[in-house]
Each structure stands twice: as structure tokens, then as C-alpha cells.
């Protein structure tokens, strides 16, 4: 029925602009009134009563630019295309993120592109690489003492009140921001003084505030103009740390799959989040607190410039609630906080979970689209 109606309207539409130019043309009801300023005249100024002694002067509301209109033109006017924004010149590759005392660096990049400019910047200012674990991208320098490095960075230790005698190395983290492509670098400095031969340890707050700043400030800059030349991507890093070894799919105690995803709770619900956006199935819902995302494997995902056309609409293609309810099929997808890492599982509801092979299909597009 409801196609039938959408069938009769479409030909009560084409029988009534056959031919004739009533609705369309151009002196039609739906005419196209975007030059009609062009005819506009010019009408003498609103003149009040002689009696109205007590009047505010009345200007212009819309005044029309002297250095704009031109009265000499005819026609249509076609407005001309907008030039391109330039966003790289509003995007920074490298910018500062403050916590508190903490600083850190967000690059616009992912950690196998961030990780040589990072090194780039301590070797250039003297500092000798002790340990590299790029599989975990986190790389120490040796304990040196402030002369054995650049002037700038020697002048650097001195105003964050680090003694001559003393020694310092720094620990450089750079691990996967929240944001897809992205990085969030960290660096924490260690001191010991002067004859000292005791290993100090790395702390995870930072101990030397001024010091670990300073050198976040100073790497920033230096990153920034590497950046503006071009940079390189570490091999090894890109490799061992950039892949999706931290996510592995595996299957828990009892044979139900189980996607493992080596990061913080935060992260890994932003990731999985983007993850089934990028995904064929519809997300419906979701529960941050109970770490739930809602999909519904017989609906596609929806995207944000999908529109329905004209005739979609008009010929009610489009599926109503009871269709939609009809071929459902609903599963949660859950994160759970396990150790060091997150756990990401299938269920169909919270006390069944999904059918192994639901499982296992739903888990590895999301393993496929966190790579």
C-alpha cells in the first residue's frame, strides 16, 4: 500500500510539470530566486511626522558596502567557490599536554614515526642511549654529568638545580595515544650525586620537576622543526610496537574467544569504540560504566553522511520499527579489566555468552580495525 501511494504521487508529480513551466520556470512558484537582489531599487529614507519632536535617528540596519556593490551588473551572479582551508597550517604535528606538574607530548603520529625524532633530539644534545626497547617504545640514556653534554642542555640541568658534580640520565615512554595514528611521550629524569655508584631507580611521578619540563619543552621544539623538514620512521619500532601484537585473540578457560588488548581501561574503550565504528554493524547503545558497547549484527552501520534519497523516501524503502525488531540480532561486546590489560569478550546477553563463532567474527574485525 505504501508503495502504491509513493508510485501515484511520482506520477502526479511528472503529469503536472510536463510541459509547462508554472512551478519550475522562470517566473514559476519554485523559481530560483538567488540573482533576484540584482532588480532590487533603491527607495527614498523613511521620513517621520514633523511633530515627532523627540526621535532617535534611524540609520540603516543592513547598509549596502560601497567597495562591494555594483549596480552596473546584469544577469545572473554566480557565487564563486570558496578557496581550500589550509589545515595543515592550524594542525601542529607536535603540541604540549599539562597535567598537573606533569607535562607530555601528543604527536600527531604513531609511535614508529615519533620514536626516532625523540632519539634525534637527545643525541643532539650529547646524551648517550644506554637501553632501546622499541617493542615497548621506551628508551634510557646513561648517567653523565652535566659538562658531557650540549651548553644548552648543560645550562638547562643548572637552572632546574642540578649540581655540577651530579649526575642525571633521563627515561623516554612513548606509548599509543588515545586517538588513532597518535602518540603521547613522556620523559622522567634521575639523579645521583657526585661518587654516587647506586643504580637509582625510575620513579613514576616525576621527582625533578623543573628538569623533566624542561627537557619536555626543549624536545617539543626540536621535534617541531624536524617535523617541518620531514621526518623518518623507525623500522623496528614500526614493526615490534606500531602491529597488533599488543591485541592477540585467544580463547579464556572455557573455549569462549577472548580479544586481549595490552592497555589502560581508558584507552582500550576508545579504541574498541572506534573500532566497531569503522566496522559493518550498527552500534545502538552503549554503557561506559559497565564497559558495554550495544550492536545489532543484522543492521549496517550507520554513517554520519548517509542520507536517504528522494526516492527511497518516497517509496518507503526504508524499514520500518517492526522490520527492524524482527531480524535483530543483538549482542554486548564487554571490557573487563584484567591485570595490566583488557579483556574483550561476546555475550548475548549478561548471563549467555555469544555463540563461538559470533564471537570469534565480532572480535576479529575489531582486532582487524585496531592495526
Known sequence: MKRMAGLSALALIISSTSGCGWIWGPEGYFRDRGSDYLEAQQTAPMQLPPDVQTAKRLDPLLPIPRNVADDTV????????????????????YSLQKSGDSRSILAQ?????????????????????????PQTGEFTTTWQHSDELSAAMAKRLSAAGVSTDSEVRARV??????QRNTSEIYVV???RPAGSTADVAFTNRSVNTGLDAALVDDMLASMSRI??????????????????SRVSLSEDGSGNPVLNVGTDLDRAWSSVGRALEQGEWRV???NRSLGLYYINLAEKAEKKDDKPGFFSGLFGSKPDKEEVEARAERYQVRLSKVGDSVQVTVEKNINTV??????????AVIQDNLG
Do not use: C, H
Request: aromatic share 8%; charged share 25%.
Open 227 to 244: 617535523s617541518e623538514k620531514g621526518g623518518s620512521v623507525s623500522m623496528l619500532a614500526s614493526r615490534d610496537f606500531d602491529t597488533p
Open 284 to 286: 545502538e547503545d552503549i
Open 189 to 191: 629524569t634521575a639523579e
Open 173 to 178: 615512554r612513548i606509548e599509543p595515544g588515545v
Open 354 to 363: 555469544a555463540p563461538a563463532d559470533v564471537a570469534r567474527k565480532v572480535l
Open 74 to 93: 546584469k544577469g545572473e551572479y554566480v557565487v564563486p567557490r570558496p578557496l581550500p582551508l589550509s589545515a595543515a597550517a592550524d594542525a601542529s604535528a
Open 109 to 133: 603520529n604513531p609511535p614508529a614515526e615519533a620514536w626516532p625524532v625523540a632519539v634525534q633530539f637527545f643525541q643532539d644534545n650529547g646524551f648517550r642511549l644506554d637501553e632501546q626497547r
